[in-house]
C-alpha cells in the first residue's frame, strides 16, 4: 500500500523560508513522478510542482517558479520542496502525490492525474 506523509510546515514571516518533505513507501519510488499541491481555504486544490522519476525534468506554476524549488532524494524515497520568498498568499496545506501509472511526465499538473496524497502539512506566511 503507498503511503506519503509530509512534514516540514509551520508559521514564517513574509519573505522567509520553509523546506517540505515528503516520505513515500509501498512501492519503488524511483519510478514515479511525484507533485506538490496546495488548498488554501475555500479554494480548490491546486499545482505547485511537479518531478520526474530521475529527476532530471521539474515543471511549476507561475505563481512559484522562480521561488520554490522540488527535488527528491531516490535513496531516501522522499521528495522535497524547498520554498523561498514566501508571500501570504502560499498560505495553504500543502499535499504530496503520486500517480499509479510509472515513468511518468514532469509536466502532470492535474490533480486527475495522481492517484495517492498525503495527509497533508500546513503552511501559514504572516504579512
Known amino acids: 500500500q503507498v503511503q506519503l506523509v509530509e512534514s516540514g510546515g509551520g508559521l514564517v514571516q513574509a519573505g522567509g523560508s520553509l523546506r517540505l518533505s515528503c516520505a513515500a513507501s509501498?512501492?519503488?519510488?524511483?519510478?514515479?513522478?511525484m507533485g506538490w499541491f496546495r488548498q488554501a481555504p475555500g479554494k480548490e486544490r491546486e499545482f505547485v510542482a511537479t518531478i520526474s522519476w530521475s529527476g532530471a525534468n521539474v515543471y511549476y506554476a507561475d505563481s512559484v517558479k522562480g521561488r520554490f524549488t522540488i527535488s527528491r532524494d531516490n535513496a531516501k524515497n522522499t521528495v522535497y520542496l524547498q520554498m523561498n520568498s514566501l508571500k501570504p498568499e502560499d498560505t495553504a496545506v500543502y499535499y504530496c502525490?503520486?500517480?499509479?501509472?510509472?515513468?511518468?511526465?514532469?509536466?502532470?499538473?492535474?490533480?486527475?492525474?495522481?492517484?495517492?496524497w498525503g495527509q497533508g502539512t500546513q503552511v501559514t506566511v504572516s504579512s
Open positions: 502525490a503520486a500517480p499509479k501509472k510509472p515513468y511518468g511526465l514532469a509536466t502532470m499538473g492535474s490533480r486527475n492525474q495522481y492517484d495517492y
Open positions: 509501498g512501492r519503488t519510488f524511483s519510478m514515479y513522478t
